[in-house]
């Protein structure tokens, strides 16, 4: 039930569902409708407007960088962990299926940072954490995706544990604790996004597993850049949703 509650938040906090909605209620769909045209001609403008401030590269970027500097991570160079906790979200699984090759998204730092932790000793074990979206194809799930990609960069497959229920941050947290706990793993490190650090701390602190933490995938910048970057772009408003969307999980 929370997985499906989850989903609907995030088209209850997407901008581009509440503009549908405010362009919608500015039509006059009867006749008599056109004596409310005041009325309609402020949804309209609102829903416009939000969509337009929305749309912007200096908004998502505002956003992006108070999530991503939100916390400081405490990854320890001089600590040999037992394991590593790889968050996933990762995998583009239903390309994967159809091209019959691994498809990554912008989240492939992730990977990258977790084989070469295990490559220069940092970490003994990963624990890649992520439930397929088909249950009935768990061959092209995720965390299975990711276990051959650290194979075939030459880490032993006796080094790469799969945990392939957790469909969400807090699943994230509790299916690792119960692995860590199984094998006495007591220096754990988690790596994700940097937007997604603070809920992702958080989440194993709800379940009482003390983690250090190492943010990656950073992709804000403090300056607003050129003029040009304040006229609305479809990337900017994908990456505002996703954030406030984040932000929601944060606070939940």
């Not at 008599?32 to 829903?47: D, I, M, N, Q, T």
Request: net charge positive.
């Amino acid at each position: 039930m929370f997985f499906i509650l989850s989903k609907l938040l995030d088209v209850f906090l997407s901008p581009l569902s509440w503009s549908l909605v405010l362009l919608a209620a500015a039509v006059p769909w009867r006749r008599r409708a056109v004596r409310s045209w005041k009325r309609r001609r402020l949804f309209g403008a609102l829903g416009l407007g939000l969509l337009g401030l929305s749309s912007c590269m200096p908004v998502s970027q505002f956003l992006a960088w108070r999530l991503e500097h939100a916390t400081t991570p405490t990854y320890r160079d001089d600590v040999t962990y037992d394991a590593v906790v790889l968050l996933g979200g990762v995998v583009d699984e239903e390309v994967t299926e159809k091209s019959g090759q691994p498809a990554y998204n912008d989240n492939i730092e992730r990977l990258v940072m977790t084989h070469k932790l295990l490559q220069d000793g940092k970490a003994k074990v990963a624990i890649i954490s992520s439930a397929p979206l088909d249950p009935k194809r768990p061959e092209i799930g995720e965390a299975v995706v990711l276990a051959r990609q650290l194979e075939s960069w030459g880490i032993a497959r006796d080094r790469i544990l799969i945990e392939d229920r957790a469909r969400n941050t807090r699943e994230n947290a509790t299916y690792s604790q119960a692995i860590a706990r199984a094998r006495g793993y007591e220096r754990v490190l988690i790596l994700t996004s940097a937007f997604h650090m603070v809920r992702a701390a958080e989440c194993f602190a709800a379940v009482g597993m003390p983690v250090d933490t190492l943010a990656v995938d950073y992709r804000a910048h403090e300056h607003t850049g050129p003029i040009g970057e304040w006229l609305p772009r479809s990337s900017a408003l994908h990456v505002t949703s996703n954030l406030l969307s984040e932000m929601a999980g944060r606070w939940i």
